[in-house]
């Protein structure tokens, strides 16, 4: 079944349905937010299909605390360019959608036993804004960012995403930026094949996602040195695990952009609905 055929099912099973979906997009290089190809091509697609949200939460790989859980409650959150060596093009890059401070302060109350707190420093970094530029083109619906805690251990971002699921059923879409494999030390820029542990893990992640064996995928030291390899840090690989908790048994699975990128950075990305 091709991309298209799989997000038009998606559409038609979610209009009987009244709760949103949950989504983790694999963003991979910033390049992708002004370039045409199959993965920004993929995130449109895939907006044209989601039901409209009243407001969006992201989780993304690039705002990371050490403590604590921070919550942007900013009434205009700022673009923020956290990155550097690329076109100017990139940097010009604006995503001017309104906060939602009103959910994000009942966010900070609902994980109060996960150390949240409200932040009105951070904006929407370019794991948020380089896929919602696609998503939602216009940026006009609300939204706002979670930080990851650095400190925590994986279990500890699944059990936030269950925390996050009741949002489902008020129509704030749960979106997750990162990626699955995610070793920009052993990024093939040049090209080149995946590496053999990259596609192990990729494919391990999927299976276990697929048997909904997430506590699997949280297992720091089952998943040993394999994890360790697929991230040498584990700021991509936690919005996956946010995502994941926000999931039920009701819920189907769909995979999109199954592919490896510079051979180390997984695309893969995912959808509950």
């Known amino acids: 079944m091709s991309i298209s055929q799989s997000l038009q099912k998606l559409k038609d099973s979610l209009k009987a349905s009244d709760r949103m979906p949950v989504v983790f997009l694999g963003h991979g290089s910033p390049m992708n937010a002004i ?39 900013s009434r205009a959150p700022k673009t923020i360019h956290d990155f550097y060596g ?26 109060a036993s996960h150390h949240a707190e409200g932040d009105e420093t951070w904006g929407l970094d370019h794991g948020a804004w380089s896929v919602l530029k696609f998503l939602y083109p216009e940026a006009d619906v609300p939204v706002f960012q979670l930080s990851i805690d650095m400190r925590a251990d994986l ?3 699944v059990e936030i995403g269950r925390a996050l699921a009741e949002l489902r059923h008020r129509g704030v879409l749960i979106l997750g930026s990162g990626n699955v494999v995610h070793n920009l030390r052993a990024v093939r820029w040049g090209g080149g094949p995946a590496h053999d542990w990259a596609e192990e893990f990729d494919t391990l992640f999927a299976d276990r996602l697929a048997e909904g064996d997430i506590a699997a995928l949280s297992n720091r030291p089952k998943l040993g040195k394999l994890l360790q390899m697929a991230h ?9 695990l946010t995502v994941a908790g926000a999931s039920d048994d009701k819920d189907r699975l769909l995979f999109m952009n199954d592919a490896i990128d510079l051979g180390s950075v997984s695309m893969r990305s995912f959808i509950y609905y």
């Open 35 to 73: 370039e045409d190809n199959a993965y920004s091509r993929s995130w449109a697609e895939l907006g044209r299909n989601l039901p409209r949200p009243q407001a969006i939460l992201v989780v993304s790989a690039h705002w990371m605390t050490r403590g604590s859980t921070l919550v942007n409650v």
């Open 86 to 111: 690329f076109p100017p093009e990139l940097f010009a890059q604006q995503y001017p959608a309104p906060g939602a401070p009103e959910v994000a302060a009942e966010v900070v109350s609902l994980l």
């Open 155 to 157: 279990p500890h971002h």
């Open 232 to 240: 040498p840090s584990l700021d991509h690989y936690l919005p996956a």
